[in-house]
């Protein structure tokens, strides 16, 4: 049975007031509670359209997974894109992320090793969704040279 953390992210199928079901890639676990039958329940912070802000379900549910719960070699490409866009965000100069302060969350700077870190894990996503779906990754690329211009 999975097991989560407060900030880990997840992806979760929820219900949109705009579009009924659907899929929301990177939310984050906003708390966790034991359950004696389920493992845990797990709070999540909902997408804007959601017909609630915060919403839980439990951890043996179908409907949340942590976002790298499949090896990167079996994650769908937009999976690889959404994990490729959050590891090139953390590891930028300046970038700051949420970290857990007397159960409050507040915004922090990373740290350069971990800032390294998700540039490693970058590389990794970049090479697998070269290889999943290249016009996805020749459409990704050409954002970045486009933004990268002056």
Do not use: C
Not at 14 to 27: E, M, R
Not at 52 to 59: G, L, R, S, T
Not at 100 to 107: C, D, E, F, H
Request: no cysteine; charged share 25%.
């Amino acid at each position: 049975m999975p097991s989560y953390k407060p900030l880990d992210r997840v992806s979760i199928v929820y219900w949109s007031t705009i579009n009924g079901t659907a899929l929301a890639l990177g939310q984050l676990v906003e708390k966790v509670e034991p359950h004696e039958r389920h493992g845990q329940r797990v709070w999540v912070s909902m997408p804007y359209d959601a017909a609630e802000p915060q919403a839980f379900y439990y951890a043996d549910s179908s409907r949340i997974e942590h976002m790298e719960a499949d090896p990167i070699g079996r994650q769908t490409p937009t999976f690889l894109y959404i994990n490729l866009m959050w590891f090139l965000k953390v590891a930028a100069n300046g970038s700051t992320g949420p970290r857990l302060v007397n159960g409050q969350r507040v915004k922090f700077p990373y740290t350069s090793r971990e800032r390294a870190d998700a540039a490693a894990r970058a590389a990794l996503y970049i090479n697998a969704l070269r290889h999943a779906d290249p016009h996805l990754f020749a459409r990704w690329e050409a954002s970045e040279i486009e933004d990268a211009r002056p």
